[in-house]
């Protein structure tokens, strides 16, 4: 991700509102669900775009280099999993979003729709601008770039994989019981690979320094 360090400091703010505002204009005008809601919820779209811009100006404020580059791509993992996770919560049943709530996050299913559904424009739109910056304006080696790209799809995968896991710990816990053995030895694996690629994605070491 070299071109970061290339950006004046001066300039990283606009180039990358710029950018910004390039994608959240174009994915607002198209057809998905966030441009659906902000035609019946203007303000909405004012709010979310409001939000986007205040994260990228304090990416952008970090001292460029290496320090910035890991944050940012740290801030697109984390947002890609939360993101997955909205999305998989709310293409949940009605008795198994009750279940979610009650049994992982101790809330009720009411609470937590207006969360997940308040929050699933602003993370749609903020994790496809920063998969924008970051990929269309790679001016490094293909190679590295290819790589990020399948650690993305990777780490979406596994982020995946752990909803589903969520959801069976849901249902063992309304049943009263616990995950079989095998169910919790896939579990860990599970977890295990999914921190293990949330930390390369992220530019982060895979062991801390002893």
């Known amino acids: 991700m070299g071109w970061f360090d290339k950006l004046r400091p001066n300039g990283d703010t606009t180039i990358m509102l710029r950018a910004a505002d390039r994608v959240f204009t174009d994915l607002s005008k198209a057809d998905n669900f966030a441009a659906a809601i902000y035609r019946a919820q203007p303000n909405r779209k004012k709010a979310d775009w409001k939000k986007i811009k205040a994260e990228i100006k304090q990416l952008s404020a970090l001292p460029y280099g290496k320090e910035r580059t890991q944050k940012f791509r740290k801030t697109f993992a984390d947002t890609m999993e939360v993101m997955e996770t909205s999305s998989f919560y709310l293409n949940l049943s009605d008795a198994d979003r009750a279940l979610y709530a009650q049994h992982l996050l101790q809330s009720t299913k009411e609470v937590q729709d207006h969360i997940y559904h308040f929050d699933s424009t602003y993370l749609f739109m903020y994790s496809v601008i920063l998969e924008f910056i970051i990929f269309e304006s790679w001016d490094g080696d293909e190679y590295s770039k290819n790589r990020l790209k399948e650690l ?3 780490y979406l995968d596994l982020c995946r994989d752990h909803c589903q896991l969520t959801m069976k710990i849901a249902n063992a816990r309304s049943e009263g019981r616990e995950l079989t053995p095998e169910e919790k030895e896939a579990g860990k694996t599970v977890v295990t690979l999914r921190e293990a ?7 982060e070491k895979l062991f801390d320094d002893q």
Do not use: F, P, Y
């Open 197 to 203: 690629t949330r930390r390369t994605l992220s530019g």
């Open 152 to 154: 993305q799809k990777n």
